[in-house]
């Protein structure tokens, strides 16, 4: 089983990839503020790799979970007490294709955040099926 990215042809970026990045560059930060950072990346690509290779692929609970009307599963970490990271995957083949990632509140009650969360679905449901239709969009996961 392959780890990879969604590559969107369309921004000639990968979402996830993109995401990664606000914790991983070399940007001016503290020690402190850095190794937490790199904290973060560590327990999601250990999340992703267990997935892999204990599991092939597949959302298994705790860790992963399928959403309910979509083709495709997540992985949440906890960033900090309020918020929490949802990394969304899917299996294809022999692939496990990192399609979107975002931050959302812990709790969230309000009709503008639903529709927040939402349109990251629809976002991500839009690149679940652009990959169906072309697989050679991606970039190797590292």
């Given at each position: ?5 969604y590559?969107d ?14 914790y ?15 904290n ?100 190797e996961?590292?």
């Amino acid at each position: 089983m392959e780890v990879v990215y969604y590559f969107d042809k369309n921004l000639g970026v990968s979402p996830v990839k993109k995401y990664f990045e606000q914790y991983i560059s070399t940007n001016k930060t503290s020690a402190e503020k850095r190794d937490y950072n790199y904290n973060i990346i560590a327990s999601i690509d250990e999340k992703i790799n267990y997935i892999r290779e204990e599991h092939d692929g597949r959302a298994i609970p705790p860790i992963a979970k399928p959403l309910k009307g979509y083709k495709f599963f997540e992985i949440k970490h906890r960033k900090n007490e309020d918020t929490v990271i949802r990394v969304l995957c899917c299996r294809h083949k022999n692939k496990m294709v990192l399609l979107n990632a975002f931050e959302k509140p812990d709790h969230y009650k309000t009709r503008k955040e639903k529709r927040k969360i939402q349109r990251y679905l629809n976002k991500t449901d839009e690149y679940y099926n652009n990959f169906i239709l072309n697989p050679n969009n991606y970039e190797e996961y590292e």
